[in-house]
């Protein structure tokens, strides 16, 4: 079955990287995605990693419906009761009572906001963080200057033969002038989209130095936060205590809100004086009430629990396809967060005219720009034979070569 005649987009600029290969979709429901012919495609990558609980949610619908016909946009002086409500219930799950948030528009602000907030407490001039985490597209999280950011390589780590934790005398920790840094912003796995997962070991071990010296631990969960690892958010996984953490993406389930969020211990040192930080949109009830009932649907219908039986489905088989087909390189992934990296010529060629070919099968994922590694963020719903198909489509894309061998 063709892939139905694509239109030319000429009036927009696209994502830097990505290849565009359906300009007409007209319809989306849940993990379906419908183009003008009818055809439809299951969404493997739920948008841009946003939709966790599948496009069209009735009850998202419901609220923004709700919301938009009472209040949905609030002023500098007037605020609506939704948004105490949901603050509450976001600081309740990260464990930040009697802390503080703020909802924004988007990932990158929530991590910029967190950043300033925390650059204003400490009294070391830098930040730590790892060389492949992504923090959005501006600010000072994204320019890492080299005067306020230390940027650690922990590839060296990832195969370290010390079962112990991390100990001072390792010459690579050693390498971090934890004498000049003041904070350690983390992002648990995303690893700029590619799915890396920095030891936990080692991980705990950065937290504990920031501690004891009276840093400050931030992390970033707009990608691996709100059931996407298999937990709330993927700090988690390390058994770590955040200051602040940055939530987006999934939050909203495709709608534009973020939230910023901080512990009572970095309230305690900001005191009563103001953040110097506005826009149009901070604190909006319709952002707000879209946030609480993303919450509320997760929990109610046991969503993370499912997502972790679908991450196991999904990870047998495709570790059997890598064992049948040898066409996959490394499997990575935490929950239904997966990266698939295939053994590719230096042009990448089999990885895109496999992503085509799985287009054109009905199945839409991600394949990060310039390499051979597919990404996979299902939403929590996606049905579980979807997957079982989408299984069976690969395998046969994987069995054949080139671009002729990998089409319909």
Request: charge should be negative; hydrophobic fraction near 40%; proline fraction near 3%.
């Amino acid at each position: 079955m063709a892939i139905c005649k694509a239109r030319r987009v000429t009036s927009i600029f696209w994502y830097p990287g990505h290849e565009l290969i359906l300009t007409d979709i007209v319809r989306a429901e849940n993990c379906y995605l419908y183009d003008s012919a009818g055809k439809r495609y299951v969404d493997l990558e739920s948008g841009v990693w946003c939709t966790c609980i599948g496009h069209g949610n009735p009850r998202i619908g419901n609220v923004i419906a709700r919301r938009f016909s009472t209040i949905g946009h609030t002023g500098f002086c007037y605020a609506s009761e939704i948004v105490e409500e949901a603050a509450q219930e976001i600081l309740s799950l990260l464990d930040f009572e009697g802390g503080r948030c703020v909802f924004l528009c988007s990932g990158s602000e929530a991590v910029e906001f967190g950043v300033r907030i925390a650059g204003s407490l400490i009294d070391r001039p830098m930040m730590l963080t790892m060389t492949d985490s992504y923090f959005g597209a501006y600010g000072s999280a994204r320019e890492r200057q080299e005067d306020e950011w230390h940027c650690f390589d922990w590839s060296v780590c990832a195969d370290c033969p010390e079962s112990k934790e991390c100990h001072e005398s390792c010459e690579h920790l050693a390498s971090i002038p934890f004498e000049e840094i003041g904070g350690f912003l983390f992002e648990p796995g995303s690893s700029s989209g590619l799915v890396r997962f920095p030891p936990e070991k080692l991980v705990r071990g950065i937290a504990e130095k920031m501690w004891t010296n009276d840093g400050l631990l931030l992390v970033n969960e707009v990608t691996t936060g709100v059931g996407r690892t298999g937990k709330w958010f993927g700090y988690e996984h390390y058994g770590i205590s955040p200051d602040i953490a940055a939530i987006g993406k999934g939050i909203g389930n495709g709608y534009p809100v973020s939230v910023a969020a901080f512990s009572r211990r970095v309230l305690e040192r900001l005191g009563d004086g103001p953040v110097n930080y506005a826009q149009s949109h901070q604190n909006d009830p319709l952002g707000a009430a879209v946030a609480l009932e993303v919450i509320r649907v997760i929990r109610e219908d046991g969503l993370i629990e499912r997502g972790r039986e679908i991450a196991a489905m999904l990870a047998d088989g495709l570790e059997n396809l890598r064992r049948r087909t040898g066409r996959i390189k490394e499997l990575r992934g935490r929950g239904l967060m997966i990266a698939i990296e295939l053994e590719d010529d230096d042009g990448n060629s089999f990885a895109a005219a496999a992503h085509r070919a799985l287009v054109r099968r009905g199945f839409v994922l991600g394949l990060r720009p310039g390499t051979s590694v597919f990404r996979l963020d299902p939403s929590l719903t996606v049905d579980f034979g979807d997957i079982e198909k989408f299984l069976q489509a690969f395998e046969g894309v994987l069995d054949g070569s080139g671009t002729d061998a990998a089409a319909d």
